[in-house]
């Protein structure tokens, strides 16, 4: 087995604990050579659930990178660092993996991929569900041409978060929680299933009054990709519905048939149990399941091997900072849309300016 590609892990709080405890550790392709967090006890509990080497905690990116050999960084802190700490790792010769968004901003995240390139290192952005079989599988289908010409997509996404004290759940307070947040996991999946780029974008969010949310947390948006091809797609974290994977569920209407699908509804197992696809074509009564290919790693272990090989020599990964500028753009176009109330173009750049930041 090659040498584990040794890592610094930045940012331990909340989903970065969980990356620590849960993913880090389960990939044999990788080991932590440090830690980072500003908030010391965050650190220490890490550091002792983990059973670290205390020694190998620091407060700062910059005093880890000075104190060991690494050849990479995961980061896994609030998004409005991903950026400025990875610009940091790769002006220090580290290859990167930063959670999703990769940036706050179009300009930011092309910043970041024009540096990555002219670096020559890998910036990769974790975009997890693209490593569950059931995507997977219906890339292929509809590549393959098995439902024919697509003639419309229909994308639901529901789930109920609304029971917290409102000051104390963090996801309350996440600045755009359903479309920047979430619906970015599935503007993601859209474009690796379909292999099309958006157009533009209308969307229309809504805040009952019983929302909890600082902002937006329920959206419709219509999304439109090359070729003319329109996508409906409803997403809600106020939904009393039956709730869906987080993959959401997702019917693909062809001129021969209907993929229906829906991914990563294991919960906190993150394995391949809630994966689905099923193709009906004409003349069928009922949809036929088909078989899904199995692995040892879903999720984040997925995205953290793919890292670690590309690393090694191997294939670049699918989700690098260039690529995930256009599922970023989506992202962008929806809430410009949302505030504008006009479809608005995906534009793969805009200058940053106060006018057209989120």
């Known amino acids: 087995m090659p040498v584990p590609v040794r890592l610094i892990h930045v940012g331990l709080g909340g989903w970065g604990g969980n990356w620590a405890r849960s993913v880090l550790p389960t990939v044999g392709e990788v080991e932590v050579v440090a830690v980072v967090d500003p908030h010391g006890p965050t650190l220490d509990a890490v550091v002792a659930d983990a059973g670290l080497d205390p020694s190998r905690a620091f407060p700062a990116l910059s ?14 802190s609030p998004a409005v660092t991903h950026v400025p700490l990875a610009l940091e790792a790769l002006e220090a010769g580290l290859h990167v993996l930063v959670e999703k968004p990769l940036a706050n901003s179009l300009a930011e995240a092309v910043t970041a991929a024009d540096r990555a390139e002219e670096l020559g290192l890998i910036l990769q952005v974790s ?3 693209r490593h569950y079989p059931a995507p997977k599988l219906v890339s292929r289908l509809v590549n393959d041409g098995a439902v024919g010409e697509l003639s419309a997509i229909n994308i639901d996404f529901r789930q109920w978060d609304n029971d917290e004290p409102a000051a104390t759940h963090r996801h309350y307070a996440f600045p755009h929680p359903l479309i920047a947040d979430m619906a970015i996991h599935h503007f993601d999946l859209l474009r690796m299933v379909t292999g099309r780029e958006a157009v533009s974008v209308y969307a229309k969010t809504s805040s009952p009054t019983f929302s909890k949310y600082a902002q937006e947390a329920s959206a419709a948006i219509v999304i439109e990709l090359d070729g003319g091809l329109v996508v409906s797609y409803r997403g809600s974290w106020l939904s009393r519905g039956t709730p869906t994977p987080w ?5 693909i209407e062809g001129e021969s048939g209907e993929i229906f699908f829906t991914s990563r509804g294991g919960g906190e197992k993150e394995d391949a149990s809630g994966d689905v696809v099923t193709l009906r074509t004409p003349g069928g009564r009922r949809a036929r399941p088909l078989t899904l290919e199995e692995s040892d790693v879903y999720d984040r272990a997925g995205v953290l091997r793919e890292f670690a090989r590309a690393i090694l020599g191997g294939a670049a990964p699918q989700t690098t900072a260039r690529d995930n500028i256009g599922s970023l753009a989506i992202m962008d176009a929806a809430l410009r849309s949302a505030a504008s109330g006009r479809a ?9 300016t106060k006018e057209n930041r989120p």
């Not at 690494?70 to 896994?76: F, H, K, S």
């Not at 993959?247 to 019917?251: I, L, Y």
């Not at 608005?344 to 940053?352: K, M, S, Y």
């Open 63 to 76: 005093q880890a990178i000075g104190a060991v050999d690494a050849d990479g960084v995961v980061i896994t």
């Open 127 to 129: 975009q997890n569900y």
């Open 247 to 251: 993959a959401g569920e997702w019917r």
């Open 344 to 352: 608005e173009p995906v534009v793969l750049h805009r200058p940053a």
